[in-house]
């Protein structure tokens, strides 16, 4: 991507771009890729966990915000964050929660994956469920799930195994840059979305919560025996990746109200999944004391 690409999107955008790409950076440095291949010896509880994420979640959502009488806007908005998982930054807070970075990071790569071929499947389904005209190009999708994911995460894979002298200091750079851009990206967005998403309307932020809650339930429960890996499928079912619902939206010209949405979706989610990651803490902790 030239220069001039970079500076003719949004402030917003780059940084969001840059913190993602640096966070999956940093992700890769953590995890040996042998791992990711022990991941997949238990591959009925990876499966649940794409399943939860990638297909319970939506449906979720769907009857939510048909429960609530939503508008049809609205109900959109949620809908296409529902149907985008993988929130890059879900993995950060599922490891502080104690999720297990074996199951975690693994998880996180393998939806990020299927989300090129589901999203274009469950933007279908939107159109014949609520009359829209959306669409998206795989072939785009897969660019930014490529650029800002799976090529940063790989090169933290390969830069653990290539400079194993420097990894500790490596992996404090990228921390340290992962900390400042995701700031930097939170401030931004606070600014730039607060008055949209209070626009959105309380039977919005009403609705967003409690289908978080349920999704949060859901990815708890199939997540088991272990609690850190129910740790990590809770946070991975109740966290929805924002930059590719906005992508969505984006490239089909969704009114504002659906971006308001979008945007009332990211921030009341975040909060209402605060208080299971608060919970997880004190679990590992106790039962590290215990």
């Not at 469950?122 to 799930?145: C, K, S």
Request: with cysteine; glycine share 8%.
């Amino acid at each position: 991507m030239g220069l001039e690409a970079w500076t003719s999107r949004p402030l917003l955008t780059v940084l969001a771009l840059a913190s993602t790409s640096m966070l999956m950076f940093h992700l890769g440095l953590m995890v040996a890729p042998m791992e990711y291949r022990a991941a997949w010896r238990q591959p009925g509880r990876m499966l649940r966990g794409v399943f939860s994420s990638v297909v319970a979640v939506p449906v979720i959502v769907i009857l939510v915000g048909r429960s609530f009488d939503l508008t049809r806007a609205a109900q959109v908005g949620l809908v296409l964050m529902a149907i985008s998982p993988g929130a890059p930054f879900a993995v950060r807070r599922a490891l502080s929660a104690g999720g297990k970075p074996s199951f975690a990071l693994p998880l996180q790569a393998t939806i990020a994956a299927v989300a090129v071929a589901s999203m274009p499947l469950w933007v279908a389904a939107v159109d014949a469920l609520y009359e829209t005209r959306a669409g998206v190009d795989p072939g785009r999708l897969a660019e930014q799930v490529l650029a800002g994911q799976l090529v940063p995460l790989a090169l933290g894979l390969l830069a653990r195994g290539a400079f194993r002298v420097h990894a500790r200091g490596i992996e404090r750079f990228a921390r340290l840059a992962t900390l400042l851009l995701f700031l930097g990206t939170v401030v931004l967005l606070v600014a730039q979305s607060w008055a949209p998403a209070v626009g959105a309307g309380l039977d919005v932020a009403i609705a967003v919560a409690c289908a978080t809650w349920v999704a949060v339930a859901l990815g708890h429960l199939m997540g088991g025996p272990e609690d850190s890996t129910r740790t990590a499928l809770g946070v991975a079912c109740g966290a929805r990746n924002a930059g590719l619902a906005l992508f969505v939206a984006s490239i089909n010209h969704a009114p504002p109200a659906v971006h308001a949405t979008l945007l009332a979706y990211l921030l009341v989610s975040a909060a209402a999944l605060t208080p299971y990651v608060v919970w997880r803490r004190l679990v590992r902790r106790r039962t590290a004391q215990a």
